[in-house]
């Protein structure tokens, strides 16, 4: 049988270290099959003997080693941290919208809607584009009662 490119060597510190997190059970389900995988690695299984004895993905059994091997044990246990998309308001723009939603509706309108906040984040210069739905979720952040008419917008 061919090795696998990356050999996990686990030292006692280590070993005992996953024995004990997978003993207490308060981790999340991805740290411990990873460190299910890093000890089964140790021990000498392939990683398609592991990927069948745990129920894991090969691309699972191959990040766990690697990572381990290249970054060290935190590294393999942990996810990698996740960019994700920049919010198009700041702290300060999201405060100006909420007051905004708390003032008075604009003429011609018995209540602000999140519709014309999102229009009027655009007026404002804000950003490009903005949506009601992404004021709903601005102003779902806040304390504030948003089913009052003489405060806050309407959900319609």
Known sequence: MKQPK???????????????????????ARMQARARILLKADEGMLNRDIMHALDVSETMVYRARQRFVEEGLEAALRDKPRSGQKPKLDDKQRAHLIAIACSDAPEG??????????????????????????????LKKTSSSHGKRSNGASLK
């Open 109 to 138: 309108h018995e209540h602000w809607t999140l519709r014309l906040l999102a229009d009027k984040v655009v007026e404002l210069g804000f950003t490009e584009a903005f949506s009601h739905e992404g004021v709903r979720s601005v």
């Open 6 to 28: 990356y050999v996990v060597d686990l030292s006692e510190e280590e070993r005992a270290r996953l024995e004990s997190m997978l003993r207490k059970g308060k981790s999340s």
